[in-house]
């Protein structure tokens, strides 16, 4: 994965060309009723965090916030549908005022099913505000095609930790046990994985990467990028987060800015082995 995550921080890490008819979840052409939409403001009252904007059209549903006198409001985004059907689009939209803290959660990996699917999550960060969220593995199934925008605004002294876990395949379904013909099936099986990140830090560009990667995916399993591994995934700490212990090795290492911003990055053959990696990293104060 080396030439896939090691470069440097202001970067693209792959070129590919813009979406075919160059559109968002705006103005797909996907129907409207597969147009699953969630919307969160936090701002403070006194010393507490408090949602004072919060709306989910289906399939995307809010759970919480779990603790409504916390001052660090923890909230659940939810899809019932387990994941994201051909044909559905999802739009996740967040803004934290001047010291809003909120951790958003998922309750479980959400499976990309066969056909075309987009989602779009915006986020903006004001002064001091801080948002964690490390969200369950996706899984990009066999016949897939999924294609998602992050676009991330953040005020000077804001504080994010971001992170996404991906799996190529069902992998419970291509274990030793399995017969071989099923196996072959569920690993590497999905057609496209479009994925673009852009984040900047008072209007100037902070980061910029983007994977795109079409059956069979030689470039992605090519020696030099994963390799055999079947996981992948980043951490994005932006901002002053304390110290974290992450050893560089086989399996994950690290890339950081002038600035301290810092991205952990972790491969292996089990999703949620990277996605409780990340999580214990992450301190849950303010």
């Not at 759970?63 to 939810?78: A, C």
């Not at 990140?197 to 020696?223: F, G, K, N, Q, W």
């Amino acid at each position: 994965m080396k030439c896939f995550l090691r470069r440097r921080f202001y970067s693209v890490i792959a070129s590919f060309p813009p979406n075919p008819e160059g559109n968002s979840l705006r103005s797909t052409n996907l129907p409207s009723t597969n147009l699953g939409r969630a919307e969160l403001i936090a701002s403070t009252r006194g010393n507490r965090t408090v949602i004072s904007h919060q709306y989910s059209r289906a399939p995307l549903q809010w759970l919480g916030p779990l603790d409504p006198e916390s001052d660090f409001q923890q909230l659940y985004i939810r899809n019932p549908n387990g994941g994201l059907l051909g044909g559905d689009a999802q739009s996740i939209s967040l803004q934290l005022q001047e010291m809003a803290a909120v951790e958003l959660c998922t309750q479980s990996a959400t499976r990309i099913h066969p056909g075309l699917s987009r989602q779009e999550i915006d986020i903006e960060l004001e002064e001091n505000s801080s948002l964690i969220w490390i969200g369950h593995p996706v899984i990009l199934g066999t016949g897939t095609q999924f294609e998602q925008t992050v676009t991330v605004k953040l005020s000077k002294m804001a504080r994010l930790a971001y992170a996404e876990v991906w799996a190529a395949g069902r992998l419970a379904m291509s274990q030793e046990f399995t017969p071989a013909g099923v196996r072959e099936q569920e690993r590497w099986r999905f057609k496209r994985l479009s994925n673009r990140m852009r984040v900047d830090r008072d209007d100037s560009p902070l980061l910029r990467e983007a994977i795109a990667s079409d059956y069979p995916h030689a470039a992605l399993t090519s020696a030099g990028v994963l390799g055999s591994y079947l996981c992948w995934g980043s951490l994005y700490l932006f901002g002053d987060w304390p110290e974290i212990d992450w050893p560089e090795d086989e399996f994950q290492w690290s890339v950081e800015s002038a600035a301290g911003d810092r991205i952990l990055r972790q491969v292996g053959d089990q999703s949620m082995d990277i996605w409780h990696a990340f999580q214990a990293c992450v301190p849950r104060n303010r």
